[in-house]
């Protein structure tokens, strides 16, 4: 019993010291490597990079700054879709776990994202079904612009010194959009083929800098 208001003042203070970091901790850069597979695999994807602030192990203002491209043809319609164009979100990530110090983070996060976008619309072999003449299909720089917002949700952790990998779930939700004069884009730089919701994610390689 004497020694229990000891106990409870050292542990006291050890939290007091663990807590007294620097308010500033270093910054992080990473590359997404979802995006890369997607462009080997599949007729679309994106290169994505970005740079997130760490403040007290807790708060985490991240940058995140990519190039969305595609040029698909459809088995169906045979239309021939192309775009590349870059993309640019800004937000910031939590740290949900109690003890924020440790090398394994969980964390909740939002985004606010935007792109500006033109994109070309073909196909070379469209006929007319009434007069049965080849009719000129062939549509260039249509001008299109996308606003979303991200819900995010994800992993970090340390592997080795300042090399991390994590991943991320995303929930994006489309807030405003211009689709420029054939009013509808097939698909959106950083958010994905277009609609009014995506779900997405992200697999990443940190290294804290």
Not at 108 to 128: M, Q
Not at 137 to 161: L, M, N, P
Not at 199 to 209: A, Y
Request: hydrophobic share 40%; net charge neutral; glycine share 10%.
């Amino acid at each position: 019993m004497l020694l229990a208001p000891l106990n409870a003042q050292a542990q006291k203070k050890g939290t007091e010291e663990a807590d007294s970091i620097a308010f500033f901790r270093g910054f992080a850069v990473s590359v997404d490597l979802v995006g890369l597979i997607q462009m080997a695999a599949s007729s679309y994807g994106q290169y994505e990079a970005a740079l997130r602030i760490n403040l007290k192990d807790r708060y985490f203002p991240i940058v995140e700054v990519g190039l969305g491209r595609t040029n698909n043809t459809s088995d169906v319609t045979q239309n021939t879709y192309k775009t590349s164009a870059p993309y640019f979100k800004v937000g910031i990530d939590f740290n949900l776990l109690k003890n924020k110090h440790d090398f394994y983070r969980v964390f909740a996060g939002l985004r606010y994202a935007f792109t500006s976008f033109k994109y070309d619309l073909n196909n070379p072999e469209v006929v007319d079904p009434v007069w049965g003449e080849d009719v000129n299909y062939d549509f260039t720089g249509v001008k299109c612009s996308y606003h979303w917002a991200e819900i995010v949700v994800g992993v970090d952790a340390k592997i080795w010194g300042p090399l991390h990998l994590g991943w991320s779930l995303r929930y994006k939700n489309r807030l405003f959009h211009n689709d420029g004069d054939l009013d509808k884009a097939w698909y959106v730089p950083g958010y994905g083929t277009s609609g009014n919701s995506k779900i997405g994610g992200t697999f990443t390689f940190t290294v804290d800098i």
